[in-house]
């Protein structure tokens, strides 16, 4: 399929309460290294513009937010779907190798944040072409924004602006080490874990018998080069070098990633809007209770809604 082209026989309308069709969805497919990228794009009646790319967070996360790690929050689809009855477009992705975007690349460990922002590119251009919309606003969580933020620090051509949802305001590999130690369970592995990330910043690989079975899924033979590639990226570095208007997106309930962060990217871009959701997690859930179990819990539940002003906020920040 060519990737502009759009397979309406699976277009979806979604009905208003009075009947009429406020909304529909459609596949979209953008140029990937080896196959085409697929994504679901959320068409609304009226103007090309604006239209917003969801770019995924880390690990195996499909385009609705899910990841069969025990992820399914459908945090993406809930955010398309409340952008677009308020009249917002969206498109949103797998990444290359995974899910629809299987086709894309070979390996989908085969990566990084730069391979991942060169995708990003072809999905504006694709969208763009498609929509008729001048540019493209990027709304990046988690390592998303990080994705968003390596691409328009290189080149922000054809982007709106930046919707930056969980950001990280410091290196990766300092993110991971807070992470980490969040957590007390992690106590009898964090001397590895910090022996691991700095060596994994000098760019050295760690042999597969020297990691332990608690560290494997985090610091695998396969993913790498993907680490070391993301360890070397300074988020604040970037967001100083790029003057698209900017949302900073954190809840205060996020347990990976703090409102600390975003103070950090905040102090590097003064034109950068810094806001704190009430009550919001991570994948954007609603936590009311103050207890680790209640806030991982909303990670596998599809029915919790959104945290209360999530998208009223990129809402009225895009338009």
């Known amino acids: 399929m060519n990737s502009t082209v759009l397979s309406l026989a699976f277009l979806i309308a979604f009905p208003t309460a009075a009947g009429a069709a406020s909304w529909t969805e459609m596949p979209i497919e953008a140029p990937g290294p080896d196959g085409p990228l697929a994504g679901t794009r959320t068409d609304v009646p009226g103007d090309a513009e604006p239209v917003v790319l969801i770019v995924?967070?880390?690990g195996p996360t499909d385009r609705d937010g899910n990841n069969p790690l025990g992820?399914?929050?459908a945090t993406y689809?809930?955010?398309a779907h409340g952008l677009a009855?308020?009249?917002i477009a969206t498109v949103r992705i797998d990444k290359r190798g995974m899910f629809g975007s299987a086709s894309a690349v070979v390996d989908p460990n085969a990566v990084t944040i730069g391979d991942y922002a060169n995708d990003l590119r072809n999905w504006i251009t694709a969208i763009r072409a498609s929509t008729g919309a001048k540019c493209i606003w990027v709304l990046g969580h988690s390592e998303g924004a990080l994705v968003g933020l390596t691409a328009a620090a290189a080149d922000p051509a054809e982007i709106c602006g930046l919707v930056l949802v969980a950001a990280p305001g410091q290196p990766l590999d300092d993110v991971v080490r807070d992470q980490l130690r969040a957590n007390p369970a992690n106590t009898p592995i964090l001397?590895?874990?910090?022996?691991?990330?700095?060596?994994?910043?000098?760019?050295?690989?760690?042999?597969g018998e020297e990691i332990s079975p608690p560290l494997m899924a985090l610091f695998r033979p396969e993913v790498q080069d993907y680490l070391i590639d993301m360890f070397q990226r300074d988020p604040a570095a970037l967001i100083a070098q790029i003057q698209l208007p900017t949302l900073l997106l954190y809840g205060d309930r996020d347990l990976q990633t703090p409102m600390s962060e975003g103070r950090l990217l905040a102090s590097a871009a003064s034109h950068a809007e810094f806001t704190v959701i009430p009550t919001a997690n991570h994948v954007l859930k609603s936590v009311t209770a103050d207890n680790r179990e209640a806030n991982v819990a909303a990670y596998a539940d599809p029915t919790l809604p959104l945290a209360p002003g999530v998208v009223e906020r990129i809402a009225t920040f895009v338009k």
């Not at 001397?191 to 042999?207: D, M, Q, V, Y």
């Open 56 to 58: 995924p967070g880390s």
């Open 71 to 73: 992820v399914a929050a």
């Open 77 to 79: 689809r809930m955010v």
């Open 85 to 87: 009855e308020h009249g």
């Open 191 to 207: 001397a590895e874990a910090e022996k691991a990330l700095s060596g994994l910043k000098a760019g050295r690989h760690i042999p």
